[in-house]
């Protein structure tokens, strides 16, 4: 799988780097390209559709690769409307209400359809309705936040682009540590056709992605971020690891609405300040060298998120001090205004430093008075000069985009029939991946169970005979420690064992899954372990299918975890590790590849024990 993983991304970054020169000559010949004002940075006649390649190559490549549910129909349904709003605001302006109204649209198709929201949010004395709708609200403002966040920062050749990858790779990265190749395949595939783009992005710039590449990428990171990582992973990977991989962005966002909250500004009236432009601008380093540092930020941040994985303390040390240094960097550059520099006017109070700011400054006199106004006054006539040399480009670009007006009628014509095609592609698309999606995932039936007893599967082997018969005997004994691990141990013997199982649907173990989760486990299942098992079946036959011969418990902790509901969440949980071995079988599918080692999440309810997590080890 893993194998496959690495493949579609490959795929995907070719394809990408092969559309993106036929996009710009079609941007080009459509005049389809970005207007030099005061608040532009480049120079010359850049298409601005690039994002185009982008999405076409990730549509191909997960009709390709992808196992399509109901969560990736309503993920691809849901992107390509953001993507063409996106796309039409490159070609004719849309107001900032519209494009909103259109990112509600596309997250209550997430959120509703989907089934795809932050989850586990419970305050103490409020319903459980009431804490699923703030959960709902949470989750509208997280996905247009992100989306927007990402379209923000798209102020510098690469930036935007580059900075999804970084962070789309982590989020990959995390969820084949949680064993989640599904999420690990769609966050790559992602990643890779963003990477053929960036070739021609990276300064210089010869195509930048348009609102239609930045809110697709913004889009498709929120979404992705709340699929979760693992089937059973801390509240921590469920919304705090994505904040921490976004840091720059969401920073940057922040920084931007106080700043235009103060001036008295709307919040859509686009500035010169962002983290960028401070960087480019106030401390004079250029677009490539401030896209590589807010690229080390970003990689900096993604790697604390990652290191909260194995050592707790070090992540947490590493994110305050990247903080610390982000808040140092805001006050230095005046991000905000010029009086919010709390942390430089603390550190001064030791230091006693002449560049940094005092409690209370002394009245300059008027020979200090003069030499500021006149600075003042030579740096304003620099910045009108360089606004009237944007100016006058602009002016420029508008005379050309103006010649020939049959041409230009033509060229509109031939935009709706390319806008009209590509609607057309995206609804067929989408509406085939659905119907393959719902016949290649047919509907799991719940097993019932009265609660009181544990249940033998139907075509047992010996191993899980021999299991079940220890596990009723420490049932009835009241040995609880025993009978958790027998209970995990059947559990993961039935689960990973093929050669009992007559169709993909035939889960393992289900019977022995909390039953309030059976269903959503049911769909992780799927589109993970027994996602080719058809596949498998067909070319080795039932019977030569992996078969866990023995087990090895290795250790039983009460765990972090809690379920989620007000009347279930002071259960105790334990994490029960676990190694498994497979029959070796002559001319039998190979084992070596399959999960080994886990750790297996239970909880007892009533008279008996049930699984709510397992998350895979590496071998």
Known sequence: MKIEIILSFIVAMILSALLVPIVKIVGDKLNIIALQNERTIHNGRIVRIGGYAIYISFIICAYIFLKTDVQI?????????????????????????????????????????????????????????????????????WIIGITNAINLIDGLDGLSSGISIIVLVTLSLTSLHFGRTDI????????????GFLFYNFNPASIFMGDNGALFLGF???????LGFGYKSSAFFTLGAPIIVLAVPIMDTIMAILRRKLRKKKFSDADREHLHHQLMFNLNLGQKKSVLILYGATVLFSLSSYIYLFDKKAAIALFVLLVIAFELFVEYTQMISRR????????????????????????????????????INKENKQQIDYYR???????????????????????????????????????????????????????????????????????????????????????????????????????ATDFF??????????????????????????????????????????KYGISLLPEVENYVINGVSESEFRLESEEDKDKPCFDISIDITYKQVSGGMPTSSLKSSMVITVVKDTELYYVVGIDYKEA
Request: with cysteine; hydrophobic share 45%.
């Open 73 to 141: 129909n309503s993920i691809l349904f849901s992107s390509f409307l953001v993507f063409m709003i996106g796309l039409y605001d490159d070609i004719h302006d849309v107001s900032p209400k519209v494009k909103l109204l259109v990112e509600i649209i596309a997250a209550s198709i997430i959120i509703f359809y989907g089934k795809i929201m932050l989850r586990g949010i419970t305050i103490p004395y409020l319903p459980g309705d009431i804490c699923e709708w703030i959960s709902i609200g949470i989750t509208y403002l």
């Open 184 to 195: 690990a395949a769609l966050s790559l595939l992602l990643a890779g056709a963003t990477v």
């Open 220 to 226: 498709m990171i929120s979404v992705i971020s709340l």
């Open 340 to 375: 919010y520099r709390p942390l430089l006017t603390i550190i001064n109070l030791f230091v006693h430093s002449d560049k940094l700011p005092i409690l209370s400054e002394p009245e300059p006199d008027v020979h200090t008075l003069k030499e500021l106004s006149t600075q």
């Open 389 to 491: 040399r944007r100016a006058r480009a602009y002016e420029r670009t508008k005379r050309i985009m103006k010649k020939d007006s049959k041409s230009k009628l033509k060229l509109q014509i031939l935009i709706v029939s390319i806008l009209s095609v590509c609607v057309v592609f995206g609804v067929v698309a989408v509406m085939y991946l659905k119907n393959q999606g719902e016949s290649n995932q047919p509907p799991v039936v719940q097993p019932v169970d009265d609660g009181l007893n544990y249940t033998l599967s139907t075509n047992a082997t010996d191993k899980m005979k021999e299991i079940f018969e220890q596990l009723e005997a420490a049932n009835q004994s009241g040995d609880q420690e025993k009978e958790m691990t027998y209970a995990a141990a059947y559990f």
């Open 497 to 538: 064992t093929w050669s009992n199982k007559t169709k993909r649907e035939d889960i393992g173990g289900l019977n022995y899954v909390w039953p309030d989760s059976r269903q959503d486990f049911a769909s992780f299942a799927l589109r993970d372990y027994y996602a080719n098992f058809t596949d498998y079946a067909n």
